[in-house]
């Protein structure tokens, strides 16, 4: 007999910035409210949480969030009932008491293990893996999300393609979102440029190519770790959401971090993104529009083997001028040289660009992690 998955346990800490409990969140949200699972999230850091759902209270240890039981992760873990469907996220090693309240069910729990997001080759070979515990009646799988078939997928609400759609076909709309972030309309020609990321050597000659550029450029900032550089750049110490700064063609607007479900309308409305990580990453990719990938910078390089990965992979169809505007900019924004040659080339090739990260969306829509997620427990449950 198959069984469903009726209640599941999140575990996420919060390694660093908010790419972890952005996916956790997201598929939390997701399995409580598209598929009716009882989701327990079990979070360490409620401050970084609070970022993406300002609602949530960080002085509570237990709360109900968007139909979710939130859970304050600390290093006294309570007895609690595991839930039938568990799900470690990036490795962060669930409490042993949790481990062994797990085998003692008489129905074994089914532990899968959230890896991170790569278009690496290799995924397609580990993705399900099990991984027997050495000591007690339990088997760990691991769950790679991914770009292809043969991986996890990628999360993807229900009804995102949908609102999308409607927010790009429909200019009333996008006058109303930029008027409640306080940004005035389009000028005639105008390039609306998104920018989120970390730190980045490429900064400077980015605004200063965008601020001698043909057009007019508006970059929509989130407040982060790229405002200082940018309000530097601007003259000033710092800066904070509402500011708003002008040099030739460029004008900044600073935007406040919103909520995560409103982070989508500004993806959607501009004509360009750049994002980092992981999930703003997969967010950019949905909005059908041309993004630029900040990677998560590791010690040993090893990112620049997962950037290239996703770019082949994005840019395989791609005629070859656009490819390579891709490949440079990409190259640019995480380490590389010529920045400035490299926009250029990029926005030459937007019209492209943009017809192809709509097919790209397109094709990736099947492959939905949420319901392989639920599926693989059905097979193994
Ligand atoms: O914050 P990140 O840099 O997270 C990173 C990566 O996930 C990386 O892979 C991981 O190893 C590291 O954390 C520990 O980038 P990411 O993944 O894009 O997460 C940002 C989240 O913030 C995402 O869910 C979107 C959300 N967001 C908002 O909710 N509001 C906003 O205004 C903005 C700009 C982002």
Redesign the pocket.
Known sequence: MTRTATSCDIFCA??????????C??LARQLANEHGVEVRLWVDDLKSFG??CPELDAALDEQRCRGVEVRRWSADFPAVEPAGLVIEA?ACRLPESYVSAMAAREQKPVWVNLE??SAEDWVEGCHKLPSPHPSLPLTKYFFFPGFTAKTGGLLLERDLLARRDAFQSDTGAQQRYWQSMGVPERLAGELRV?L?G?ENEAMDNLLSVWERGDQPATCLL????SLPQVAAFFGHESGKAGDVWQRGQLRVHV?????????DE?LWACDVNF?????????AQWAAKPFIWQ??PQHDGVHLEKLEALRALYSADLPPEAGLAVRELWLAWNGGSDIVGAWQRFVAQRVVLTRHSAEWAQRLTPNNLALNLLDFYRQVA
């Open positions: 919060v390694v660093d910035n908010y790419g972890d409990i952005g996916v969140w997201r970022k993406l990036f991170y997001l998104s989120f970390y989130p407040e982060g770790l935007l406040p971090f919103v909520e995560q479900e409103c982070y500004l994002v980092r990580g992981e999930d703003s990453c997969i967010r990677i998560y």
